[in-house]
C-alpha cells in the first residue's frame, strides 16, 4: 500500500523553526518527485517546494525561497522541509505529494503544479504565532 505520512508540524513563534518529514512506504522514494504544498482554509492550495527525483534539484515559491530547504534521504525514505524565519502568513496544514518520475514529473516539480502529483499524505498543521 503506498503511503506518504507528515510529522513534524506543531506550533511556534514568529521567527522559529521546524522541520517536517515526509515518510513514504510502499514505494521507494528514489523515482519520485516529491513536493510540499500549504492550505490555509479558505485560500487556494499552495505551492511550498519540490525536490526532484534524478539529481535533486529544489525548487521554492518565491516567499520561500530563502528560509525553507528541501532534502531527501533515500536511504530512509523520506523527505524533509527545514523552514527557518517562520512568520503567522506560514500557518496552514503541510502535505507533501509525489509523483513517479515521467516525462512531465520535473516540469510539475518546478511548477509546483499540485494537479500533477500522484499521491498525497494526510497533512501536518504548522502554527506560527505569538
Known amino acids: 500500500q503506498v503511503q506518504l505520512v507528515e510529522s513534524g508540524g506543531g506550533s511556534v513563534q514568529p521567527g522559529g523553526s521546524l522541520r517536517l518529514s515526509c515518510a513514504a512506504s510502499?514505494?521507494?522514494?528514489?523515482?519520485?518527485?516529491i513536493a510540499w504544498f500549504r492550505q490555509v482554509p479558505g485560500k487556494e492550495r499552495e505551492g511550498v517546494s519540490c525536490?526532484?527525483?534524478?539529481?535533486?534539484?529544489?525548487y521554492y515559491a518565491d516567499s520561500m525561497k530563502g528560509r525553507f530547504t528541501i532534502s531527501r534521504d533515500n536511504a530512509r525514505n523520506t523527505v524533509y522541509l527545514q523552514m527557518n524565519g517562520l512568520n503567522p502568513e506560514d500557518t496552514g496544514v503541510y502535505f507533501c505529494?509525489?509523483?513517479?518520475?515521467?516525462?512531465?514529473?520535473?516540469?510539475?516539480?518546478?511548477?509546483?503544479?499540485?494537479?500533477?502529483?500522484?499521491?498525497w499524505g494526510k497533512g501536518t498543521r504548522v502554527t506560527v504565532s505569538s
Open positions: 510502499g514505494f521507494t522514494l528514489d523515482y519520485y518527485v
Open positions: 505529494a509525489g509523483r513517479s518520475q515521467d516525462y512531465y514529473s520535473e516540469d510539475f516539480c518546478r511548477k509546483l503544479n499540485y494537479n500533477g502529483m500522484e499521491y
Open positions: 525536490i526532484s527525483a534524478s539529481d535533486g534539484r529544489a
